[in-house]
């Protein structure tokens, strides 16, 4: 008995150890290559520091979640709600160092992931060890996204475990799984939009499946179960709605996360989505051509994949509903890759065990359909998991130098215990990097626009922080993306190129239509836009430089000797304190 007992737990426990050596290859690698060399500082793979900042910031107090780059807006609400970031933070609450904290998040998370994706491939009765690959494959594949704390870190396990209850509601409407399924779902409301809007879609169609069906006590678990889903979800509803009739820089922040209004979808719905619509596709084929798996089982898994499948769908096009674009189609990719990988698996594995029952023409179409499945997945296994570990030259010197940033923020540390403001270039790592690794904040970084912050203060930050680099129109004009977000820096204008691009598609036999010019987003803004930031730089920033470095409460300017050669602080009477050879701080008058 003990014997069998083991064997059961044998595959649990070795997915469990794969996961455990796959989460340390962070760790690994920076042991690897910066040896000795490491003074602290964690190097960065890719966007995780902007994570790192929310969480860190939590950890010191501004529990509201703000703004954790600028000084004046730390005690804003958020403009958009990570649960994540708190959750992230506990470890650092219970007086752990940042990076050991980090590492046991991601530690801890994975193993969350890889447990609750097991329990779902055994919901549908996936053998073991078919299990165990799986989730090895779903794990390698979302790497890059469960490494950032904050966002999809935390929102994976809770993604797969709203899919597990799912599973369970249609295997049995009981109390338990209503209240599990709802209170599953409730939560996504609180880690990531994306997430619940997908959820609140699959939640509808489960309720209009049950309504045309005419299977009422379906209908009735289905219905409670959205409606006590919303209940719990709508503070976070009431929130976003009060914040957008409140603060009046809402819309033109959210902007700046690429909203344009259209309703042509993004070509993503093809990309990524249509892999959703060929599984489709293949189990309408198999329900039609095989009356031998009409069974409760293959219907419960039709059911499980259309409405999930078409739940995260619908939502990567939502937009030709509504009008509304904020790159939904990239985000929602990431939710949808990993389903197509885990329906692939699944299904596959169901139809091995059924084989037999299979016509040879649809035995050798659901090989031939699973096996590109397959390859789809593998692709996309393989581009996730080795663009992330693997370590060009360029990452290397890149962590070798993000080293050199210990020592003034240990400085600015040990001499200023309250926060104070720092500016140095925006475009300088150690800017972005200066409020997770001290208690102090910058003048400004580009990646402070992705909060609650009206975009003539930001580029008014922008416009003050180029002062030593005196910046022309030109420049300005190049260096749009520092200040001004998606929208003006993207989205408009590839909408206007799609929309040119689908009238040569539809009209290709008339040479003559007129489908419109594809604009640069330059010169959508036109010239006289850059001209006026220059003027306005000119006119009334340089000559009164004091009284912004006043107005934006900055006390040290931090020089990078190496970028920053022309940057010379004397000339506004501060005083140097500190010198390592690569940065110098200079202090303010006051």
């Known amino acids: 008995m003990r014997a069998t007992s083991q064997l059961k737990r044998l595959p649990i426990a070795v997915l469990l150890g794969i996961i455990l050596l796959l989460s340390m290859i962070p760790a690994v690698e920076v042991a690897s290559v910066l040896g000795v060399k490491w003074q602290g500082f964690t190097p960065m793979f890719g966007d995780e520091g902007f994570y790192y900042a929310h969480v860190q910031t939590i950890a010191e107090g501004y529990y509201n979640d703000g703004n954790p780059y600028f000084f004046e807006h730390r005690f804003d609400p958020p403009l958009v709600i990570f649960g994540g970031a708190w959750l992230n933070a506990l470890p650092l609450f219970l007086g752990l160092p940042f990076n050991a904290a980090m590492l046991i998040n991601l530690v801890l998370w994975s193993l969350a992931f890889a447990a ?19 989730v090895v494959a779903l794990y390698m594949q979302c790497y890059p996204h469960i490494f950032r704390p904050a966002n999809l870190q935390p929102v994976y396990p809770f993604y797969f475990l709203f899919y597990l209850a799912l599973a369970r509601f249609m295997r049995e409407q009981s109390k ?26 699959t939640l509808g169609l489960l309720v209009l499946y049950a309504l045309v069906r005419r299977d009422w006590q379906f209908f009735k678990s289905a219905l409670i179960t959205t409606v006590l889903s919303g209940i719990l979800g709508l503070p976070a509803v009431l929130y976003t709605f009060w914040l957008s009739h409140t603060s009046p820089y809402f819309w033109e922040s959210i902007a700046r996360f690429g909203l344009v209004y259209t309703r042509i979808p993004m070509a993503e719905i093809l990309y990524s989505g249509g892999w959703i619509g060929a599984i489709l596709a293949l189990l309408a084929v198999l ?3 095989s009356p031998a798996l009409r069974t409760r089982e293959f219907r419960r898994l039709c059911l499980f994949a259309a409405v999930g499948g078409l739940g995260l769908w619908i939502t990567q096009g939502s937009n030709a509903l509504t009008g509304i674009l904020v790159e939904t189609g990239e985000h929602v990719r990431m939710l949808i890759l990993p389903w197509v990988l885990f329906v692939t698996v699944m299904l596959g594995s169901y139809l091995w065990r059924r084989r037999a029952d299979l016509a040879l023409p649809v035995r050798a179409l659901s090989v031939a359909a699973i ?4 390859l789809a997945s593998a692709y996309y296994t393989q581009y ?23 020592k003034p923020f240990e400085w600015l540390q040990a001499h200023e215990q309250s926060a104070v403001v720092v500016w140095s270039d925006p475009r300088d790592e150690i800017t972005s990097t200066l409020p997770i690794f001290t208690r102090h904040f910058t003048l400004y970084t580009p990646i402070g626009m992705w909060h609650l912050v009206s975009t003539k203060e930001l580029i008014e930050r922008y416009l003050v922080s180029q002062y030593f680099n005196n910046p022309t129109a030109a420049d300005l004009q190049s260096d749009m993306g520092a200040y001004l977000g998606r929208q ?6 590839k909408t206007i190129e799609r929309k040119a691009k689908l009238c040569r598609f539809f009209f290709f036999w008339d040479k003559a239509r007129d489908c419109g010019a594809t604009p640069t987003s330059a010169e959508l803004l036109g010239d006289p836009f850059f001209n006026s930031l220059a003027r306005t730089f000119t006119d009334d920033i340089q000559p009164q430089i004091k009284s912004y470095l006043r107005k934006y409460h900055v006390s040290y300017i931090l020089k990078d000797v190496i970028l920053n050669p022309n940057w010379h602080p004397e000339e506004l009477r501060a005083k140097l304190v500190y010198s390592d050879g690569r940065y110098e701080l200079y202090r303010l008058p006051l």
């Open 116 to 134: 609750v994706a097991y329990l779902l491939y055994r919901e549908f009765a996936v053998p073991p060890w078919i299990s165990v690959a799986g």
């Open 176 to 201: 338990t799984n209503i209240l599990l399924l709802s209170a599953v779902s409730a939560s996504t409301f609180y880690l990531f939009s994306y997430l619940w809007q997908a959820v609140a879609v």
């Open 287 to 289: 329900y039609w051509r």
């Open 371 to 374: 096996g590109i499945l397959a």
């Open 384 to 406: 996730y998991f080795m663009s992330f570990v693997a370590m060009p030259e360029s990452r290397r010197d890149a962590w070798i130098e993000e080293q050199n940033f210990t």
């Open 488 to 493: 003006d820096v993207f989205h408009r204008a």
